[in-house]
């Protein structure tokens, strides 16, 4: 007889560490990655927002980050420890403990840049409240699972220890969409990479092509008999899917790639369909939107030679 299987962890992240450190930052990426967030949340009350009621099913339950620190209400680093202690022993929580540190005199440095108090310096220098912080810090920082250290870390660089630490949990991959458009029509009003592909044959010049689409294949051969469409469209390609991994390592949630020609209809719906099926046999799976596609075929629009932005 087969044993139940074990209904899946909670797992929960407690994200603290000294003031002006990154818990902001940190907690921002965990965010864009698909963890719930809640920052200045009681740990004494972390066991009430787990177990309750309205809570999901267990496997439909994203992973938790808990935001806390000195200033969060009731703070007591020794208090902390022994209650998270409790929910360590839970068999079905799996908990961790990140802490933020970062240096005095870096930390001095942030807060002379931006102007703001240190919340336990209000009437003396900043280095006295981050002194007396550290102290009170200094227990939740021996025993937290994980230390970051963030004094020669710029915003970038911790969004990427966070990422590559955490990004293992995000329920998704960057989301890819190729657009193509006419550029007398205007342009898109979101696009990461924009490529003109007016250099190429205008198929509307051909009467038999004129109200056929980039998506029929007679426009699709008229292309490709241009002499700059292979060289152009593999550079285009590969310059594209160099780029998305790279976007995606820094956090890029959505990425938009426009193709555009004169009217949108020919040139630039071909291409972007060419490279989305080239993201496809890349293991990437892009959405395709032709915005201009359903557009009446036009001579005075695709005469036009200067564009006004």
């Given amino acids: 007889m087969s044993e139940t299987p074990a209904p ?13 450190a990154g818990k902001t930052t940190a907690l921002k990426v965990l965010e864009d990655l698909g963890w719930e967030v809640i920052d200045n949340f009681p740990i004494r009350l972390l066991p009430r927002l787990i177990d309750s009621p309205d809570a999901p099913a267990p496997d439909l339950r994203s992973p938790l980050a808990i935001g806390f620190d000195s200033r969060t209400r009731g703070f007591d680093a020794a208090k902390v420890i022994d209650r998270v202690k409790v929910l360590v022993g839970r068999p079905d929580i799996e908990l961790t403990t990140l802490f933020l540190d970062c240096s005095g005199q870096e930390l001095e440095r942030r807060y002379n840049e931006t102007r703001r108090r240190h919340p336990l310096a209000q009437d003396v220098p900043a280095a006295t409240g981050i002194a007396a912080e550290r102290e009170q810090m200094e227990p939740l920082r021996r025993w937290a699972d994980m230390v970051i250290s963030t004094t020669d870390y710029t ?155």
């Fill in 8 to 20: 899946p962890r909670q797992r929960v992240l407690l994200v603290t560490g000294l003031l002006g």
């Fill in 155 to 309: 915003t970038n660089d911790l969004q990427q220890a966070v990422r590559e630490r955490f990004g293992q949990d995000a329920p998704l991959p960057t989301t890819v969409t190729i657009t193509s458009f006419g550029f007398s029509r205007g342009m898109p009003p979101i696009a990461d990479l924009v490529f003109d592909m007016r250099f190429l044959d205008n198929p509307h010049w051909d009467p038999d092509l004129r109200e056929q689409t980039g998506q029929d294949t007679p426009v699709g051969a008229y292309i490709r008999k241009d002499p700059a469409w292979e060289e152009a469209f593999t550079r285009i390609r590969d310059l594209v899917l160099l780029l998305l991994p790279r976007y995606q390592a820094q956090g890029k949630a959505y990425v938009n790639v426009a193709f555009g020609c004169t009217g949108g209809r020919h040139r630039s719906v071909f291409t972007a369909e060419q490279i989305a099926a080239a993201l496809r046999a890349a293991g990437y799976d892009p959405a395709v939107l032709h915005r201009n596609l359903a557009s009446r075929a036009a001579d005075a629009v695709e005469g036009l030679r200067e564009i006004r932005h």
